[in-house]
């Protein structure tokens, strides 16, 4: 669960992901990419922020004793998935470590990311919501989050995510004709 957790784990595949995109999926890839970087950029440094800062709901691991599961240090990052994790239990030295727990900013990157997959790709892009999924129980299971600060994220990431994507398209349809008319001649929609 803590490695499902770890983005640095997961960042050469990520990498590898967006060059895939990039290169092979044309326009509705790029289109994609930049959809899900307006996004991220809004969830991460207007919405999640902002919201902790006025919720300020403490974490499991400050208010209780709840399991700790930390993976070892390992360079490159990936190979501390084949080293054994320490597991304890949490204390008062964990009581200041974290910032607040609602919204989980792992889980609205995710749903985020799950639902412009589905979106664009529609035939295998609602497969991401099995990750997204796996990170809102892992940030539980690590006692980083409470079931209900997992729950709300999702939908708020949900509501986010189509919104950004329905100015994206809106901003398409109204600058694009203007701006570049031979391509929006060719692509008149940016989700098929």
Not at 91 to 116: A, C, M, Q, W, Y
């Amino acid at each position: 669960m803590a490695a499902i957790s770890d983005v640095e784990i997961w960042t050469p595949l990520l990498i590898a992901l967006v060059v895939f995109v990039l290169v092979f999926m044309g326009f509705k890839g790029r289109a994609f990419l930049v959809c899900l970087l307006l996004a991220l950029v809004l969830a991460d440094y207007v919405l999640v922020s902002a919201l902790k800062t006025a919720i300020d709901r403490r974490r499991p691991k400050q208010v209780q004793k709840v399991r700790m599961v930390q993976l070892e240090r390992a360079h490159p990052k990936f190979l501390t998935l084949f080293k054994r994790p320490t597991i304890r239990y949490s204390d008062e030295t964990d009581r200041g470590k974290s910032g607040p727990s609602f919204p989980s900013g792992h889980v609205t990157d995710n749903v985020v990311i799950g639902t412009l997959c589905f979106l664009f790709f529609r035939r295998w892009g609602w497969l991401y919501f099995i990750v997204a999924a796996a990170v809102g129980y892992s940030r539980i299971y690590l006692g980083a989050h409470w079931p209900s600060d997992v729950v709300g994220t999702a939908f708020l990431a949900l509501g986010e995510a189509l919104l950004v994507v329905a100015l994206a398209e809106f901003s398409w349809k109204r600058w694009a004709p203007r701006w570049a008319p031979a391509l929006f001649a060719r692509h008149p929609r940016l989700i098929d």
